[in-house]
């Protein structure tokens, strides 16, 4: 895959690209999360995922503007799995949406961790416990589900966070994925993860290349993301 650009002499530095991946059991409000912490709504008739969604957003983290990419993963069931592992291997952190609500909490928290294993060296992990607002509150497995998120890291990543939220009220969402952004910054400026990289500018910008290879679809993601946030400025082809 590879980068070139229309005028070069007009070319700024590249832009920083963090991708986080969202995953979990079906139907925890990982959609909804995503939807609150970006826009501050919530939908009670949202449809459930099919496959995956990315949007790409700017941040401002640590003083820097960066882009973005979050990736809305289906639940995780069997024929989901894949499409959620894929994603995890060009991500810079996974994000575990939990239901609270549910009898099988423990287990499901459990399950979706495995998906650490796919991340690069160095990723954050966390788990955000949805549906605070809830009176299932009380009777979930807090303690143990905070044991689980600190012991899931990837090689070399810091230990697991784990932070309760609503989706449905906002509680907590915002600044818990915050935190997350903010602690894939800290591995960045460690040099013990490596963000993707691609120029922006007020020139054209075109990105091509050929994709043969499933490592290389949110390469292929983020650009065409980024040129439907600057049609003016990026284009892309594959």
């Known amino acids: 895959f590879s980068l070139r650009c229309v005028h070069r002499h007009h070319c700024r530095m590249a832009q920083t ?110 788990v955000l416990a949805n549906k605070m607002d809830t009176e299932a509150v009380s009777a979930a497995p807090l303690q143990a589900l905070q044991a689980l998120t600190q012991r899931a890291s990837a090689r070399d990543g810091p230990s697991g966070m784990f932070r309760t939220v609503s989706a449905r009220t906002g509680e907590n969402v915002y600044g818990a994925v915050r935190d997350v952004l903010a602690a894939v910054q800290k591995q960045i400026s460690l040099g013990k993860l490596h963000a993707v990289e691609l120029p922006v500018s007020k020139q054209n910008v075109s990105v091509v290349g050929r994709i043969n290879d499933s490592r290389f679809h949110h390469a292929r993601v983020i650009a065409e993301n980024l040129a439907q946030m600057y049609p003016s400025i990026v284009s892309a082809t594959v």
């Open 17 to 126: 690209v963090t991708t986080v991946v969202f995953a979990g059991p079906l139907k925890s409000g990982k959609t909804s999360l995503l939807n609150q912490f970006l826009h501050g709504t919530f939908d009670q008739e949202l449809r459930p995922t099919v496959d995956i969604n990315c949007v790409v957003q700017k941040q401002e983290i640590a003083g820097r503007q960066i882009h973005v990419q979050f990736v809305d993963t289906a639940g995780i069931r069997e024929k989901a799995k894949k499409s959620a592992t894929e994603s995890c291997a060009a991500a810079s952190a996974l994000v575990v949406v939990v239901d609270l609500s549910s009898h099988d909490v423990e287990a499901e928290t459990q399950r979706s961790l495995e998906l650490a294993a796919d991340l690069p060296a160095g990723a954050v992990v966390a």
